[in-house]
């Protein structure tokens, strides 16, 4: 896993502040309840920041957020490099 | 617009090369349409629902992507007399059994002709739709060319009466418990008429900025169907594509010099809390005359944090306005005055919790109540706030004293289709009683809570009922013994979602976070909607009615007293 990845799960843990509660890469976090829609905006912030990308609006779904591999995968996919 | 004949006279009465919809998707990809180019394709779309055979009266259900399409087949169903409605797009959360079922009620209580998709529509979530023999399912692809418009003009045009129904709006987006109100062509432009007047519409100066679903009646009334019969530009964002990016909001308004928007009340603090600080003063909102916190009740904080913020984008203070709307009331019952704004008053907190008595006091006075008022009555709108308790109805109460809020009106919803049990509750004598609590003082109405068991989260309406239901279908959970609560979240403005469930058996509290995950991922399979905690409590712990029902309101208190970090004050 990415120092960067590894950063992300660290912020949605800290995020989501609920003791006892795990996760990987791999882990769903929108399907399984762990983040709901209005916390999605947090995600993709520490994702331009993570990335140094911005990620523009309407190219992204929350399906596309549901897991940290997802995350950076979506950031690969449609980011634009910063102005 | 009362001289108009029905919706689709106000239409055709638009100069057809002004700009209506704008659909935004990012910088680079935005797509704007006239009215006469609007016109064209609903007429291309009224011809190939026609071509299926749909008529007038026909119910029409509507569940597509936001944007012009859906827009499109919506007016093209009320170009044919046909009653279309718009129901949420199924989100990839949902659970594709759950979804399908709770569609084939919907359609089922609309006895509904047809169900229009789009051609991306989740083949899973239609699967073995159970639709009934009546119902055909269409999908509408880009929607129509010219030539179906051309087969449309030489038909004949059906005649829509002012009384008849232009459609039906549902009361939530989830398909479970769904209340349709049935609004005719008569109440909908009686409607406008009253808004227009009370916001000073000016069709050559005025746009609106929406990113509001349109099955909700701000997206519908206010950002569509207000524009589309005042003749008057719309810019809009899918609400998915808003609440991912905030900030977006900040510059669609910039860029299109937008001057009216209506909001619910999160929004006001969500968008600045959720778009970096350092970018604010990048952006132009000095446009804007008027947005509009709607829908949920107007608090003074969030008011003032989108006006703090946003004044360094040039934000006019006098911006701020309220509303207090709902859709059987077509939509709106107050309007803040454009000029002065919503009254702000102070009140004593004790005299306000205990005895329901608004009793003013200065600003910032120990222990006050701040309120923001929703404005004054629209022409030709009636308002009671009357006692509730007896369960004929209370007395009428005066100036000051806090009741539910009942509503007359000549805009008033003909009821609930189809539900004639549910109208007899809600309608009684002519006066609509809404469910909220609120007070009139010197010629404003404040909207201080509801009465009814509905839950607003982010503006979305949920029914505590749906959620229970899903909890309760967890084996470890003691059936029927669960208790959904919306409790405000100060951070984020609009309630959060709570559950108190009641586990078979206190030894299965040991695996409390294993069965916390399960209710999480069953809540979101149903509706698609987040719970935010979960308490999970050993057998008898719920406070029981005397029909040995959970007893919401006294549960709810002792949530709050035992679980001191709940108690925001708000």
């Given at each position: 896993?990415?120092?960067?990845?590894?950063?992300?799960?660290?912020?949605?843990?800290?995020l989501?502040?609920?003791?006892?509660?795990?996760?990987?890469?791999?882990?769903?976090?929108?399907?399984?309840?762990?983040?709901?829609?209005?916390?999605?905006?947090?995600?993709?912030?520490?994702?331009?920041?993570?990335?140094?990308?911005?990620?523009?609006a309407?190219?992204?779904?929350p399906?596309?957020?549901?897991?940290?591999?997802?995350?950076?995968?979506?950031?690969?996919?449609?980011?634009?490099?910063?102005? | 617009?009362?001289?108009?004949?029905?919706?689709?006279?106000?239409?055709?009465?638009?100069?057809?090369?002004?700009?209506?919809?704008?659909?935004?998707?990012?910088?680079?990809?935005?797509?704007?349409?006239?009215?006469?180019?609007?016109?064209?394709?609903?007429?291309?779309?009224?011809?190939?629902?026609?071509?299926?055979?749909?008529?007038?009266?026909?119910?029409?259900?509507?569940?597509?992507?936001?944007?012009?399409?859906?827009?499109?087949?919506?007016?093209g169903?009320?170009?044919?007399?046909?009653?279309?409605?718009?129901?949420?797009?199924?989100?990839?959360?949902?659970?594709?059994?759950?979804?399908?079922?709770?569609?084939?009620?919907?359609?089922?209580?609309?006895?509904?002709?047809?169900?229009?998709?789009?051609?991306?529509?989740?083949?899973?979530?239609?699967?073995?739709?159970?639709?009934?023999?009546?119902?055909?399912?269409?999908?509408?692809?880009s929607?129509?060319?010219?030539r179906?418009?051309?087969?449309?003009?030489?038909?004949?045009?059906?005649?829509?009466?002012?009384?008849?129904?232009?459609?039906?709006?549902?009361?939530?987006?989830?398909?479970?418990?769904?209340?349709?109100?049935?609004?005719?062509?008569?109440?909908?432009?009686?409607?406008?008429?009253?808004?227009?007047?009370?916001?000073?519409?000016?069709?050559?100066?005025?746009?609106?900025?929406?990113?509001?679903?349109?099955?909700?009646?701000?997206?519908?009334?206010?950002?569509?169907?207000?524009?589309?019969?005042?003749?008057?530009?719309?810019?809009?964002?899918?609400?998915?594509?808003?609440?991912?990016?905030?900030?977006?909001?900040?510059?669609?308004?910039?860029?299109?010099?937008?001057?009216?928007?209506?909001?619910?009340n999160?929004?006001?603090?969500?968008?600045?809390?959720?778009?970096?600080?350092?970018?604010?003063?990048?952006?132009?909102?000095?446009?804007?005359r008027?947005?509009?916190?709607?829908?949920?009740?107007?608090?003074?904080?969030?008011?003032?944090?989108?006006?703090?913020?946003?004044?360094?984008?040039?934000?006019?203070?006098?911006?701020?306005?309220?509303?207090?709307?709902?859709?059987?009331?077509?939509?709106?019952?107050?309007?803040?005055?454009?000029?002065?704004?919503?009254?702000?008053i102070?009140?004593?907190?004790?005299?306000?919790?205990?005895?329901?008595?608004?009793?003013?006091?200065?600003?910032?006075?120990?222990?006050?109540?701040?309120?923001?008022?929703?404005?004054?009555?629209?022409?030709n709108?009636?308002?009671?706030?009357?006692?509730?308790?007896?369960?004929?109805?209370?007395?009428?109460?005066?100036?000051?004293?806090?009741?539910?809020?009942?509503?007359?009106s000549?805009?008033?919803?003909?009821?609930?289709?189809?539900?004639?049990?549910?109208?007899?509750?809600?309608?009684?004598?002519?006066?609509?009683?809404?469910?909220?609590?609120?007070?009139?003082?010197?010629?404003?109405?404040?909207?201080?809570?509801?009465?009814?068991?509905?839950?607003?989260?982010?503006?979305?309406?949920?029914y505590?009922?749906?959620?229970?239901?899903?909890?309760?279908?967890?084996?470890?959970?003691?059936?029927?013994?669960?208790?959904?609560?919306?409790?405000?979240n100060?951070?984020?403005?609009?309630?959060?979602?709570?559950?108190?469930?009641?586990?078979?058996?206190?030894?299965?509290?040991?695996?409390a976070?294993?069965?916390?995950?399960?209710?999480?991922?069953?809540?979101?399979?149903?509706?698609?909607?987040?719970?935010?905690?979960?308490?999970?409590?050993?057998?008898?712990?719920?406070?029981?009615?005397?029909?040995?029902?959970?007893?919401?309101?006294?549960?709810?208190?002792?949530?709050?007293?035992?679980?001191?970090?709940?108690?925001?004050?708000?």
């Amino acid at each position: 896993m990415t120092a960067e990845a590894q950063q992300m799960i660290d912020h949605i843990l800290q995020l989501i502040r609920k003791p006892g509660v795990t996760i990987d890469e791999n882990s769903p976090l929108v399907s399984s309840g762990l983040i709901d829609s209005m916390a999605l905006v947090d995600l993709l912030l520490k994702l331009e920041d993570l990335t140094h990308m911005r990620i523009p609006a309407g190219k992204v779904q929350p399906k596309d957020l549901d897991t940290v591999a997802k995350m950076f995968a979506t950031a690969a996919r449609v980011g634009k490099s910063r102005k | 617009m009362l001289r108009y004949r029905n919706l689709i006279g106000a239409l055709d009465a638009a100069p057809a090369g002004r700009r209506f919809l704008t659909s935004w998707i990012d910088e680079d990809e935005q797509q704007t349409l006239t009215f006469g180019e609007f016109r064209s394709r609903a007429r291309a779309q009224a011809a190939v629902l026609r071509s299926h055979g749909l008529t007038a009266g026909d119910r029409v259900v509507i569940i597509m992507p936001q944007g012009i399409p859906a827009m499109t087949v919506f007016v093209g169903a009320m170009m044919l007399g046909a009653v279309p409605t718009f129901l949420a797009y199924p989100n990839f959360k949902v659970e594709s059994a759950k979804y399908r079922s709770g569609l084939a009620g919907v359609t089922a209580n609309l006895s509904a002709s047809a169900v229009v998709i789009d051609d991306e529509f989740p083949d899973d979530m239609l699967g073995s739709v159970t639709l009934s023999n009546q119902t055909r399912l269409l999908r509408a692809g880009s929607g129509g060319d010219t030539r179906d418009e051309d087969a449309f003009k030489t038909e004949i045009h059906p005649v829509i009466r002012q009384d008849d129904l232009a459609f039906i709006q549902h009361s939530a987006g989830t398909t479970g418990l769904q209340k349709g109100v049935a609004l005719t062509h008569a109440a909908v432009l009686r409607q406008l008429e009253h808004l227009a007047y009370a916001l000073q519409i000016d069709p050559a100066a005025d746009r609106v900025y929406s990113w509001l679903p349109l099955y909700h009646d701000m997206g519908l009334i206010a950002c569509f169907i207000l524009p589309m019969v005042c003749h008057i530009p719309v810019v809009m964002q899918s609400p998915l594509d808003w609440v991912m990016h905030p900030e977006t909001m900040l510059q669609i308004i910039g860029e299109h010099k937008c001057t009216l928007a209506w909001m619910p009340n999160f929004a006001f603090q969500f968008t600045p809390r959720r778009s970096p600080q350092k970018r604010w003063s990048q952006y132009d909102l000095s446009s804007l005359r008027a947005v509009v916190n709607c829908s949920e009740p107007v608090r003074a904080s969030s008011m003032r944090e989108f006006q703090k913020a946003f004044a360094a984008a040039g934000l006019k203070d006098e911006a701020l306005h309220s509303s207090y709307a709902m859709a059987e009331n077509v939509f709106a019952v107050t309007q803040s005055d454009p000029v002065r704004g919503p009254a702000h008053i102070w009140a004593d907190g004790p005299q306000f919790r205990s005895a329901h008595r608004i009793v003013p006091v200065a600003e910032g006075t120990a222990g006050a109540v701040a309120f923001v008022s929703s404005g004054r009555l629209l022409p030709n709108l009636e308002v009671r706030i009357v006692s509730s308790g007896s369960a004929l109805g209370g007395s009428v109460l005066g100036d000051g004293s806090v009741g539910e809020i009942l509503v007359k009106s000549d805009c008033l919803f003909t009821g609930y289709y189809n539900r004639p049990d549910l109208t007899a509750q809600a309608l009684i004598d002519g006066w609509y009683h809404t469910g909220d609590l609120g007070f009139h003082l010197d010629g404003e109405l404040y909207v201080v809570g509801r009465k009814k068991d509905l839950l607003i989260v982010g503006g979305e309406n949920i029914y505590p009922q749906d959620v229970e239901e899903l909890v309760a279908s967890h084996s470890a959970v003691h059936d029927g013994r669960v208790v959904a609560l919306g409790v405000y979240n100060p951070d984020l403005g609009t309630d959060d979602i709570v559950v108190v469930a009641e586990l078979e058996s206190e030894e299965l509290l040991a695996n409390a976070v294993e069965i916390e995950a399960e209710i999480r991922s069953r809540v979101v399979a149903g509706m698609g909607v987040a719970v935010r905690t979960i308490f999970l409590k050993p057998p008898k712990w719920i406070v029981k009615s005397t029909a040995g029902k959970p007893a919401r309101s006294s549960t709810r208190e002792k949530l709050l007293r035992e679980h001191p970090e709940l108690n925001v004050d708000d």
